[in-house]
């Protein structure tokens, strides 16, 4: 006795073009992330102010700001240094790079290797709301369970500025708030 199974050719002709139909509904999205990027990609650099009880009593208002933002594969990396001076002299630099891929969402961009909010590098990501490009990161301390979210609001001012809004919140509190001007190199 022989069994018969029906053809799975209209089965598999199906699913090709599913398949077709959906890789170019990815490419759609992901070429419409690209666009979004565009305006964003380029070196910024400027002056901002903190805004703090405690950085204001130490004196640590004043910032030197640096970003620069560029295509990384279908993303983007996002390299930015800031300088905390006093007095005018620097007493403290610090540097973060951050790499970028889309999701689903062609607003929205996942960080790569900052995936573990418990983790040393904390859990990032990037959105995109018109001329506005915000990353945030949220790092949790694994010993006490109190929390970090840092956010970086860079939106775009004409062909050649931009003014970030940076804050820092702990456990639900505002700590730090920095506000700045930049200009296009």
Partial sequence: MSLSYPSLRPVGALALGVAVLLAANLLAVTGSQAESLKPFFGHFSGEGVANSEQVVELGLKERD???????????????????????????????????????????????????????????????????????????????????????????????????????RIKNGKPKVIVQGTLKRK
């Fill in 65 to 167: 700001l640096d970003v620069v933002i560029e295509p990384a594969g279908d993303g983007m990396t996002v390299n930015w240094t800031t300088v905390v001076r006093r007095d005018g002299e620097a007493v403290k630099r610090s540097t973060t790079t951050i790499e970028f891929k889309p999701t689903d969402d062609p607003n929205v961009f996942k960080a790569v290797g900052r995936d573990e909010p418990l983790g040393i590098s904390g859990y990032s990501w990037a959105a995109i709301d018109g001329h506005k490009l915000t990353v945030y990161i949220l790092a949790v301390d694994a010993r006490t369970g109190s929390y970090n979210l840092h956010s970086y609001e860079r939106t775009l001012k004409g062909a050649t500025g931009m003014e970030l809004k940076f804050l």
